[in-house]
Nanobody, 118 residues
Framework: VQLQASGGGLVQPGGSLRLSCTAS????????MGWQRQTPGNEREDVAS????????TYSDSVKGRFTISRDNTRNTVYLQMNNLKPEDTAVYYC????????????WGQGTQVTVSS
């Protein structure tokens, strides 16, 4: 199983980034996909998730209205569009996957660094 995230980088406050994550080694369309983030010394936190068909999404309160998660099951890829970025969004972002009825995410990738700073 591989979850290859990309698209991170350095951006100024108010800027935008789009993260991508391409999956392999499992049936992508059968898995709920999500993004989590982690800062040094803190636990990983949920940012957004999307159901298998893409019909339903959820967001943490801290990113609601600024971030959009989407997926393309034909490309085995999930995206996170991040707009109006704030310094507190600085973190390593991880792409995660779980079976439809699972309580916890089963797979995660290597992470991509997002730094929001002027």
């Amino acid at each position: 199983v591989q979850l290859q995230a990309s698209g991170g980088g350095l951006v100024q406050p108010g800027g935008s980034l789009r993260l991508s994550c391409t999956a392999s080694g499992f049936t992508f369309s059968d898995y709920v996909m999500g993004w989590q983030r982690q800062t040094p010394g803190n636990e990983r936190e949920d940012v957004a998730s999307i159901t298998t068909s893409g019909s339903h999404t959820t967001y943490s309160d801290s990113v609601k209205g600024r971030f959009t998660i989407s997926r393309d099951n034909t490309r085995n890829t999930v995206y996170l569009q991040m707009n109006n970025l704030k310094p507190e969004d600085t973190a390593v972002y991880y792409c995660v996957a779980k079976e439809r009825i699972a309580l916890k995410y089963r797979y995660w990738g290597q992470g991509t660094q997002v730094t929001v700073s002027s």
